[in-house]
């Protein structure tokens, strides 16, 4: 088992949405082949059809609702941190977890099965969550942010690097 690129967890969510894409494609060769045959009335009702399903489209790729996990190895600081910044954001619901036995909130199954998305502040995180939890995993994405264990709680820096870098995955 792998981490998922970004480029990976955008194609899975495009395909969501191929239903509504095929049909706009089809919509824009229809509307060239009518062009053609300058059929202008039929042509402009295509056009608005295809104009309605982008809007849809863009709508639904706007209000796409995630459970995302944040792991790091005590859940007391960049996890916890993340948890606070994402939990509400955008319909997003966010939880955290250590993976650490003494950890504030301990990684469990219900919170692996529970996630759309899993990030991990570290590597061993990672390594962590796939010794433990290999089963379940198999179908989730996750990624590694590689922030090291070098803030404090809703560190000014820390808030800002997440905001930056988490965004681009949902």
């Known amino acids: ?52 399903l982008l809007r849809y489209r863009s709508n639904l790729t706007l209000n796409y609702r995630c459970d995302l996990l944040f792991l790091c190895s005590q859940n007391k600081r960049r996890s916890l941190t993340a948890e606070k910044l994402f939990d509400g954001q955008n319909g997003h619901q966010a939880r955290s977890a250590g993976t650490e036995n003494n950890a504030r909130i301990k990684l469990s199954p219900g919170l692996v099965g529970w996630a759309d998305i899993i990030f991990c502040m570290e590597k061993t995180h990672v390594w962590r969550l796939k010794e433990k939890y290999s089963d379940i995993i198999a ?30 995955y949902l």
């Open 139 to 168: 179908d989730k994405t996750f990624i590694c942010l590689n922030i090291p264990d070098d803030y404090s709680y809703m560190d000014d820096d820390l808030c800002e690097l997440f905001e930056s870098v988490v965004p681009e």
């Open 1 to 52: 088992m792998r981490m998922r690129t970004r480029s990976e967890v955008l194609n899975c969510f495009i395909k969501r949405l191929d239903l509504i894409g095929g049909a706009v494609f089809k919509l824009l060769q229809t509307i060239k082949l009518l062009h053609q045959f300058r059929c202008k009335a039929v042509e402009r009702f295509l056009i608005g059809m295809t104009v309605r």
